[in-house]
């Protein structure tokens, strides 16, 4: 279930385990030692890569997983995303903003090696793109973080075709982080001869559509204030309905392959050309297990 992402002798798993629901917030009620049970339990089955971000739980998640793993988190592959500042609040949601600037994703990358108690970050993503810093400015400080060996592989994540053809002229860009999910349709075929030209690795996220593609909503479900599936439009209105209606029919599809809605929905990601591994928020043991059993039986 591994595939090359980092060099011949260091492969990442093709399920990786999301890690934002570590950070305890926007998911709805989380437990956290589910969450950390979860996380042991897809060790055991051969999930060596995880993925956070630095503003999940501003900073929490990347401080839990560090505890969680204790050792262990020098034989897993931990990637982390900077390039979003937040502002804490008293009150309320953080404000946050992009800022992807020289000194503030030196800080960032200082900031994730301490939280996640590592001399180097296995992969390193720039969250989202900047539209007051120069790409080329962002990037080019990468490289030199990768010299200095605080960063191993860089990434990009929700970068439009023309910035990620930008940030490779500069850098040694391998790994960019997009939504692919059965909802959304097949990677286009200007992504996929990016991928080509560039030698670029994907790795999915949103592949389960924040939940609706594991069958459990129905047109009677709520979302509170504290689950961000209550702002989401997919869960809003006609596009909840209709979401709801193409659910069902890959539910009936799922069934004839005597598999579960989110165990198809991860093949059929996986199966998109150049996507090498799907990030999966697991919150349990049995999720965890049904997840990875997409891709082992």
Not at 42 to 57: E, I, K
Request: aromatic share 8%; glycine share 6%; proline share 2%.
């Amino acid at each position: 279930m591994k595939f090359s992402i980092l060099s011949a002798d260091h492969t990442v798993s093709k399920i990786c385990f999301g890690c934002e629901a570590l950070g305890g917030q926007d998911w709805g009620k989380v437990d956290l030692k589910e969450i950390e049970f979860a996380l042991e339990r897809a060790l055991d089955l051969g999930v060596n890569f995880l993925d956070t971000a630095d503003v999940y739980g501003l900073g929490l998640s990347e401080k839990r997983i560090a505890k969680i793993l204790g050792p262990r988190r020098f034989d897993v592959i931990i990637a982390t995303k900077g390039g979003v500042e937040w502002h804490k609040r008293t009150k309320g949601r953080a404000r946050t903003s992009f800022n992807s600037s020289v000194s503030h994703i030196r800080k960032s990358v200082e900031n994730s090696l301490d939280r996640l108690k590592l001399e180097t970050i296995p992969i390193y993503y720039i969250h989202w793109p900047d539209p007051n810093t120069e790409i080329k400015a962002t990037f080019e400080l990468l490289s030199r973080l990768q010299l200095e060996g605080k960063i191993g592989k860089i990434g990009c994540s929700n970068f439009s075709i023309d910035q990620i053809r930008e940030a490779s002229e500069v850098s040694d860009l391998s790994i960019i982080q997009m939504p692919i999910n059965l909802l959304i349709g097949e990677l286009s075929e200007s992504y996929k001869t990016l991928c080509k030209d560039n030698k670029l690795s994907i790795v999915a996220y949103n592949s389960l559509a924040s939940g609706m593609l594991t069958g459990k909503f129905s047109k009677d479900s709520t979302f509170f204030n504290n689950d961000r599936r209550s702002r989401l439009p997919l869960f809003q209105g006609k596009k909840f309905k209709s979401s709801l209606e193409s659910v069902a029919k890959l539910e009936s599809k799922a069934k004839k392959e005597g598999i579960t809605l989110s165990q198809y929905a991860i093949k059929w990601t996986l199966n998109n050309d150049f996507v090498k591994s799907v990030i999966v928020g697991i919150k349990n043991s049995d999720q965890a297990e049904e997840n990875i059993s997409a891709v082992t039986q």
